[in-house]
């Protein structure tokens, strides 16, 4: 599985970051996320891993989820007791937070999952997703990407090793022992209510949760370094000391 490596420059990293671009699943490369997650590794001091993990509609759920699973075991080989975080923005952070939830079931200890504007409701029925007829993604459309990488979503898919592996985590029955989380969410972005849901439904389960709403941030900004979001994220990771990083998957 290809993937592209960023280290940060003239230090050692504080952590490892598996990181899964956006594209509604079905478009986008770590090539072309190359600046963004370059970015990131300067500005954070983690190394960044970027996947370029299998696309819809040729490849669709759980090939995702199961090529950033892969990644975030072969660099929880290579962290050596560095802190190991699982991210990505838009489609890339669905699937991360399936990662996330997969590891919690696996015992793969995470000190963070990262998550920038993921949509997590296939039928997009929140009123964020109707507030603006101009604004980016448009529920239609995204409610045919879901189509495109989940199907139906109606059957329940499980790994190799019986894991089950989820689409949305609004699958699971419970958030409970998954990885803390930081959220990012632009006001007018149209999957904010779907990353608001996501933060009270981890806060119930008793996770952390860090919710980061950037001033003027829009769907997509992670492709923007020079705005607000990128650095908050990248602030965010700072601010994980290698003691958070969790002994088990409670």
């Given amino acids: 599985m290809p993937a592209r490596v960023y280290l940060p420059e003239g230090r050692r990293p504080d952590g490892v970051l598996v990181w899964a671009h956006g594209g509604s699943w079905q ?10 997650t370059a970015a990131l590794a300067t ?6 891993i970027s996947v370029d993990y299998r696309l819809a509609p040729r490849h669709r759920h759980p090939s995702a989820v199961q090529d950033v699973l892969t990644a975030l075991t072969w660099a929880h080989g290579e962290a050596a007791g560095s802190p190991l975080a699982v991210g990505g923005d838009s489609a890339g952070g669905t699937l991360a937070a399936g990662a996330a939830l997969a590891a919690r079931d696996r ?7 990262v998550l920038a504007y993921p949509p997590f409701d296939p039928g997009c029925g929140s009123p964020s997703y109707h507030r603006s007829p101009s604004a980016f993604p ?14 139906d979503g109606v059957t329940a898919v499980h ?16 958030l409970a022992g998954v990885a803390p989380a930081v959220l990012a969410v632009g006001r007018d972005d149209p999957v904010h209510d779907d990353v608001e849901a996501y933060a009270r439904r981890l806060r119930e389960d008793g996770v952390p ?15 923007r370094p020079d705005r607000p979001l990128l650095h908050q994220l990248a602030g965010a990771l700072r601010r994980i000391a ?3 990083q969790r002994k088990d998957s409670r």
């Fill in 27 to 36: 478009r986008g490369s770590a090539a072309e996320w190359h600046d963004a």
């Fill in 43 to 48: 500005r954070s001091g983690w190394t960044v």
């Fill in 107 to 113: 015992r793969l200890p995470l000190a963070a999952q």
């Fill in 138 to 151: 448009q529920a239609a459309a995204l409610r045919r990407a879901w189509r495109a990488w989940r199907g």
């Fill in 159 to 174: 790994d190799a090793d019986g894991t089950r592996l989820y689409a949305t985590p609004w699958e699971a029955p419970t």
């Fill in 209 to 223: 949760v860090r919710l980061l709403r950037p001033p003027g941030a829009v769907h997509g900004d992670v492709l």
């Fill in 242 to 244: 290698p003691s958070d």
